[in-house]
């Protein structure tokens, strides 16, 4: 894992205004980022925690929409009522997204800014556009088997 320097946010301009650096990251739960670190497949010079900050909320706004805060589970997501009776698409996609104990821990925030789920994304000896524009896309030289997993031609 590459070094890499941590803050933890104690105001949303705070974060927003060091989420702006180069290769500065949000991270909350990090689930996904952090595997990322590992495989080294992202490298951010900056991590920058919100799991302190008040986006655990959901809020009306204005114009009659609702605010989703991005350390909003979820499973807190798919059960507000505002959710179920103005977005219930939303509410029933997320119910069918992920296992009770995914939807407990996962949040708003980490859904927006998780990667793809592209295997050869995570194969670094694979070329990959999303991980190194330009480079091509492995899985356009591969067929899926039966089970609908992706195989070399």
Known sequence: MNPFRYERASDVASACASAARPAAKFIAGGTNLVDLMKLQIEAPAQLVDITRLPLDRIEET???????????????????????????????????????QLRNKA?????????????????TTKPCNKRVPGSGCAALGSQPDERGARRER
């Open 107 to 123: 949040t708003t925030g980490g859904n927006m800014l998780q990667r793809t789920r592209c295997p050869y994304f995570y194969d």
């Open 62 to 100: 204005a114009d009659g929409g609702l605010r989703i805060g991005a350390l909003v589970s979820n499973s807190a997501a798919a059960a507000d009522m505002r959710v179920r009776r103005r977005y219930p698409l939303l509410a029933q996609a997320i119910l069918a997204g992920a296992s009770t």
